[in-house]
């Protein structure tokens, strides 16, 4: 995922790198899993209208395929996770409509008195237990100052 850094925050320019990197984040190492959403985005499911719709509109087989196949020769999720990643996926696209305008950035789009609601958000995603929705909080409030955190703080 890309940041630009502005005088009020970290704004992410691909939100959907940074959620599509914490679901890959898994029984991998964490440079496969946000190089494979990278990947992902850029390369699948592209609409006119957001990443998530194209997610929406793909039949469950075209979504299993482009699942598996991955790059490199391996799937995107891990060999535990290969088979759930696309359900995965398709609850997280109806999830970013229904509660997040199709914007990931929404996700952690809280005041500074809010940052538990962060990992809340997370939690609430298919295949996001405790220890992913705690990292990704923990990214974004330490590493990129969201929510008003210092980058190099602990969450």
């Known amino acids: 995922f890309?940041?630009?850094?502005?005088s009020e925050a970290v704004l992410f320019v691909q939100g959907e790198r940074f959620f599509v990197g914490v679901l890959?984040?898994?029984?991998?190492?964490?440079?496969?899993?946000?190089?494979g959403a990278n990947h992902l985005v850029s390369s699948h499911f592209q609409s006119q209208n957001s990443f998530w719709a194209g997610i929406r509109a793909?039949?469950?087989?075209?979504?299993?395929n482009v699942s598996r196949t991955g790059y490199d020769g391996k799937s995107y999720?891990?060999?535990?996770?290969?088979n759930k990643f696309p359900a995965w996926l398709r609850s997280a696209a109806n999830r970013m409509q229904k509660e997040y305008d199709d914007d990931p950035r929404n996700i952690w789009a809280v005041r500074v008195d809010q940052?538990?609601?962060i990992y809340e958000k997370f939690l609430a995603f298919d295949?996001?237990?405790?220890a992913l929705a705690k990292m990704a909080?923990?990214?974004l409030v330490r590493n990129y100052g969201i929510a008003g955190g210092k980058v190099g703080s602990t969450v």
């Open 2 to 6: 890309h940041v630009v850094r502005s």
């Open 24 to 35: 890959l984040d898994q029984g991998q190492k964490a440079e496969r899993a946000w190089d």
């Open 58 to 64: 793909a039949n469950d087989r075209e979504l299993r």
């Open 77 to 82: 999720a891990s060999v535990f996770c290969v």
């Open 115 to 117: 940052v538990q609601a």
């Open 127 to 130: 295949g996001i237990g405790d």
């Open 137 to 139: 909080q923990f990214i």
